[in-house]
């Protein structure tokens, strides 16, 4: 993921936890709120209820993977928030979560014009 499309200030986490759209599954909830961007900002929150660094940091490792995988629309600055369940969960299986999380916030890019 590149660096722009990181999403680095707690101030803009807070207020996308505050003002933004939510939607959640099984392993993820997300947040999302419009930017003044051309291109989406993504932030990931895992808690040390998840397990130990090396679990947090696999969790945000496939989950940053996932989302570059994804094609997104620009626009919207979105924070992924892990749940228990993401610890214990296979990567195509988060990467289902994040693709249905992003579907059902319709920020996933179905355009197939748009590249």
């Given at each position: 993921m590149q660096r722009r499309q990181r999403l680095t200030q707690s101030r803009r986490f807070g207020q996308i936890h505050r003002e933004g759209i939510s939607a959640a599954n099984r392993f993820l909830v997300i947040r999302a709120l419009?930017?003044?961007?051309?291109?989406?900002?993504?932030?990931?929150?895992?808690?040390?209820?998840?397990?130990?660094?090396?679990?947090?940091?696999?969790?945000?490792?496939?989950?940053?993977?996932?989302?570059r995988q994804i094609r997104v629309k620009g626009g919207w600055d979105a924070v992924f928030i892990a749940r228990r369940g993401a610890a214990s969960a296979e990567y195509r299986q988060l990467q289902r979560a994040a693709d249905n999380l992003l579907r059902r916030t319709n920020l996933a890019d179905t355009d197939p014009s748009t590249t």
């Open positions: 419009p930017n003044d961007l051309e291109w989406s900002r993504f932030g990931f929150v895992v808690s040390k209820r998840i397990g130990n660094a090396v679990t947090r940091n696999l969790v945000k490792r496939r989950l940053r993977e996932s989302v």
